[in-house]
Nanobody
Framework: QVHLVESGGGSVQAGASLRLSCAASGRSIGMNGMAWFRQAPGKERTFVATINWSGEEIKYADSVTGRFTISRDNAKNTVYLQMNSLKPEDTAVYYC????????????????WGQGTQVTVSS
């Protein structure tokens, strides 16, 4: 079993930056594909970014490309999401997820999820 805990969310103004962290426990996530998803009120959970086990391959949603950066530190069993130039439309609960697959953008391929961290961006 993998237990994921997100942190780093908060309330910021447009243009600000936040860094989310996802700490894993229970076992190593060193071979897992990892991803961030987000869910705005009344909307479906959507893909944000994913990173393969080595950190050498990454995919982003078009809406965050150039502003967000996903990374991982397997020695710390942690995944990060650096969010710059935040916009009000980035407001959502952000979830970290782990998968046996690499670079999947579908939430259905992820079998471990954190509890989420709220990000609120005001204009």
């Amino acid at each position: 079993q993998v237990h994921l805990v997100e942190s780093g969310g908060g309330s910021v103004q447009a243009g600000a930056s936040l860094r989310l962290s996802c700490a894993a426990s229970g076992r190593s996530i060193g071979m897992n594909g990892m991803a961030w998803f987000r869910q705005a009120p009344g909307k479906e959970r959507t893909f944000v970014a994913t990173i393969n086990w080595s950190g050498e391959e990454i995919k982003y949603a078009d809406s965050v490309t150039g502003r967000f950066t996903i990374s991982r530190d397997n020695a710390k069993n942690t995944v990060y999401l650096q969010m710059n130039s935040l916009k009000p439309e980035d407001t959502a609960v952000y979830y970290c997820a782990a998968s046996v697959y690499q670079l999947s953008t579908s939430p259905h391929d992820y079998n471990y999820w954190g509890q989420g961290t709220q990000v609120t961006v005001s204009s």
